[in-house]
């Protein structure tokens, strides 16, 4: 009898089963920027080298799939512009349906879907920041002048268990429970909790993936974010707003983004009322962080299922040909 150990997902997953998961939530990637979708296509394709992979022989030997990038067959997209948490600002809404409409032009099959559980993954993605109860955070920024956009984060982590239950109360009695939900965050997990988060992360990445497949969607599109590109330092009123790009962050499929469109006059009526309701601190913190971004470029999400990284250019490419004369 001979037995083979293959390196950590060489094989599917779903062949075996096993005792414990791996443990591995939110893992670091690299996410480069460039003018336009030609020099991301040209960085891949420097990368995706045998050089590459004799420097680090931990990363799979993966070329960049051309044809996949290349082929020009249909595809079937899947889009929304609400996450089921945080009503997106009227700007990276519009975004989206602009992306739509080019998408469809260029010859594409676009249907509306449901989001993923935004707000459960968001929370397990906290989770996993304050896993250690903020010992390394705290490390790595010991001695340091801490940038005030940090300041949810370190509350999350400093503030006593105690005083996050009477906020929770507080903020539920006010009719905020969505604000109140993000302060049930530990301070710290045990193993088997840790654990436990683990196995629900692998949970919602089927989930999302059964859905994928059931709907025959090769990629998605969404808003990058609530709220368009904030003045320096806004964007701590209103943290939540990176929901809609944190949750494929957890999930690990890789996303893009592309601009899409501007801030218009209109874009900013629509932050008044009866056109944008508060129910909260978080809705107001995006009509105010939004209202003066005149002029501003706004972006699409572009997502694609783990490993067809190609696949989530294909679809930029195309959106960004298709919307460019919006921009000029």
């Known amino acids: 009898m001979t037995i083979q150990m293959q390196s950590l997902q060489r094989v599917p997953e779903t ?50 799939d051309e044809k996949t990038y290349y082929c020009t067959e249909p595809l079937r997209i899947g889009y929304y512009d609400y996450d089921g948490v945080l009503r997106a600002s009227p700007a990276c809404s519009r975004a989206v349906h602009e992306a739509k409409d080019a998408l469809v032009v260029a010859g594409h099959e676009l249907i509306p879907i449901d989001p993923p559980p935004a707000f459960n993954l968001s929370l397990l993605y906290m989770q996993n920041l304050c896993a250690d109860g903020g010992t390394n955070f705290s490390y790595l920024l010991f001695g340091e002048v801490v940038d005030p956009t940090l300041n949810s984060i370190r509350s999350l982590l400093l503030v006593p268990p105690e005083i996050k239950y009477f906020y929770r109360l507080f903020k539920k009695g006010y009719n905020s429970a969505r604000i109140a939900a993000t302060f049930s965050v530990p301070n710290g997990l045990s193993t088997y909790s840790f654990m436990q988060m683990q196995k629900t992360r692998s949970y919602f990445i089927n989930t999302v993936l059964d859905a994928w497949k059931e709907a025959r969607i090769d990629a998605v599109i969404c808003p990058v974010s609530a709220i368009p590109a904030p003045p320096l330092g806004a964007s701590s009123k209103i943290p939540a707003a990176a929901m809609y790009s944190m949750i494929y962050s957890i999930l690990n499929f890789p996303a893009g983004v592309v601009p899409v469109t501007r801030f218009n006059e209109k874009d900013e009526e629509n932050l008044e009322s009866p056109y944008w309701t508060i129910d909260d601190a978080w809705d107001e913190a995006v009509r105010e962080v939004s209202l003066g ?36």
């Open 15 to 64: 062949l075996h089963h096993t005792l414990r998961a791996n443990y591995v939530l939110v893992a670091r990637t690299n996410g480069p920027m460039a003018r336009n979708v030609d020099g991301l296509v040209l960085l891949m394709k420097a990368l995706c080298v045998p050089e590459m992979w004799l420097l680090d022989p931990l990363v799979p030997p993966l070329p960049f």
């Open 293 to 328: 971004a005149g002029g501003i470029p706004v972006g699409v999400q572009v997502v694609s299922r783990p490993w067809q990284e190609e696949m989530c250019l294909r679809v930029m490419k195309d959106v960004e040909n298709g919307v460019d004369n919006l921009l000029h």
